[in-house]
């Protein structure tokens, strides 16, 4: 296997060389719709987050602030609202003439195919890999939000001269979110072993890696040949003697939304000023779909405390410790306590919300009371008129 070009540039732009050598993938198959009514008609990587976001924003906002300028987004099923979201990547400034952000849907129609799962998507999107010029690849998921520095791992790999390096958090605290998630379980020596999904290992597996492409393209023939489904389970850990595989141990700020738990725990979690700041301040932008919208309008009777307002909204009644999107209208007299209310969804007068989640474009007519509990809170699903 051939060592990985030197990361130095002539005109001396060594960081955007280097990164030029790294394209991304974000992976969507493997991940489940576990959002309940919030995945009803999207995808888990569209369901929006922070009253403004969408849970994909993260990570391909992490690649494109470390210059990654070719990625491709694998998914299966539900992706019209992903589309309209990403659209040409403009925002992320992927619309390109060449490379920039590919949107990969299954459709592919041949015949002699004999790839299962996951495998499906790198088999017959061969061409993306082999038309770019980068010599590794990044692959991701959507669950897990973090503003991570992948020049640093991408780095660590080089220096390593790894064919694979894996990306894990060591927890303190092991949330309820982290029990079925997989963990990585390494040797006396410091190896990587195995992966397993033992509650009492620390060590979570982030879902995201760094693989040769050279190296990537064998192991899905390899997988494929074996009638495997995944590349990573089947191709990497198969193959852990043949392959020099190392591991990054992210330490920042780190949220799992693989359930609607966790989502309106982290949700909710982000109105404390110190953990807004390590995921929006501490480094780079997340970026998201530009919507031209009017400031929030505040009547002379609105009530809001700690909470976080979009764009585009008109309070007249009161809000605590919630979470607007763009476009909510709270009547008069309304109150809202600690919910997440998404776009253009309006709040008749009288009407009471505590512990609740709304999806999109919902109305509630006045003098309506919903109270749901804080471990458990009530969803009504898009587009309702209650």
Known sequence: ???????????GEDGVYLMKQLMGVINLDGEQDLLRELT???CGASVPFAGRYRLIDFVLSNMVNERIHDVAVFT???YRSLMDHLGTGKPWELDRKRGGLFILPPDWHDPTDLSQGELQHFHNNRDFFLRGSAEHVLITGSQF??????KEVFNQHLSTNSDVTIIYHNTRKMEPEFHSEQKLEFNKGGRLERITTDVSNPNLYMKMYIIRKDVLLKLVDYCIARNNQHLLLDGVLANLSKLKVSC???????????????????????LDKSVYKKLFLNRNPIYTKIKDEPPTHFSKEAIVHQSIIANGCLIEGTVENSIL?????????????NSIVMQRCDIHQGTILENMILDKDILLSPKRTFIGAKEQPYIIAKRKVI
């Open 40 to 42: 009803y008609f999207r």
């Open 1 to 11: 296997m051939k060592k990985s070009q030197s990361c130095k540039d002539k005109s």
């Open 248 to 270: 990054y141990a992210y330490e920042g700020y780190l949220a799992v939304i693989n359930s609607i738990d966790s989502y309106y725990k982290h949700s909710m979690s982000i």
């Open 325 to 337: 999107f763009r476009g909510v209208h709270v009547h008069k007299d309304a109150v809202i306590r």
């Open 76 to 78: 299966r099923q539900k």
């Open 145 to 150: 939000i973090c503003n991570i520095n992948y």
